[in-house]
DNA sequence: ACGGGCATGTAAGCGGTTACATGATTCG
DNA sequence: CGAATCATGTAACCGCTTACATGCCCGT
């Protein structure tokens, strides 16, 4: 349940709107930590009922801005340094891969240049950020810090795909086009 | 929904039961695709009912084997095909590390270390399994073909997630104490 | 006055995890 | 004979997404 840690450390910058919130998640975390505004406004409502938020202040258009409390301080101290990382990623790209021997050439081919030109693309905005991050434009706080580390996470990650799908470009083709021959015919047997 | 495509994806090389699926599944893709034995069952049973499977034998235990149709090949080639990948990705560890700047220096130095050291375990496993691979234990079907592509994005994204760490604690905990540029070499001006 | 963005929510449904439950077979 | 592993499932619950629904306020 990180959305919920996620929301309290965000307030612990100071005090913000559900709105806020959902906006401020989608800017840097949006391709690395998706978090939809029912789920937002969901997780606050249960929060101020645990005592980890309160509301700070009504605003116009009945907007409802949210305090973190010294609990909901401790928990999110709590997550960072005693909850073990939840390791578990969630690639389909990956899981597609495992199937490319059931495309067609072209199409696989098409395929992998799409895909690159994606994560190349998510690559560059995360970069762009950066930049703007290190030319100082955000100021230099700590908060701001943590965020250029998140933001080099993403840079390499999607850097990471994009030579990926080049690599499986110039990797498979060739196999396809130059002989290879699958001479082995004892295979089949799973376990390895 | 591409655990079912996933699941024909494997059947497309042979019949198989939800067990063997299960297994296959922990396997390679284990840590790039979790699936948990009680949706694989669910979904056999769904994939079943929709003609895009059926059962091909019954084995000791209770063993059934299931085996794809042509519509379930239809459909697992539509699905490479024609649908969209969901680009989505979601890692807790960068999500984290937007707040690092509420955790004390040392807590993040001990997490960035653990980190590193977990990612740099997932890649010396990919990477192993990379090289028993080339070297030929295998075989040398399109599927191996194709497993070794999965295998390499393994690798790729996990040694990029062990470095962002290295990184991070380079950078980071100089800006804590007294200053100094991170190894990377990139600009970063307004770095305290 | 009106359109766009601010702002908050509800409800249905899906996909996934965890815990529970059961039994057969093989191997030592 | 007992333990490990094979093998299949159900049920409860949780987290998340999508669609629906509403209304206000600001700028032009």
Redesign the pocket.
Known sequence: ????HGLLGLLAEGPA???????RFQEVLGAL???????I?????RMVDGGLIDIDSH????????RITEAGRAEVRRWLTQVDVDH?V?LEALLRSYFFWLMEPDDLARHLAREAEFYTEQAAIYRAYAERKDAGEFGSTPQVQSMRITIEGGVRVYEALAEWARWAATYKLPAAADGGAPEDGTANSDDG
């Open positions: 349940m990180s959305l919920r709107s559900g709105y806020d919130l959902s906006r930590w998706p978090a939809q505004h029912p789920k406004y969901a997780e606050l409502g605003g116009p258009r009945g907007r409802k801005a949210y578990t969630r």
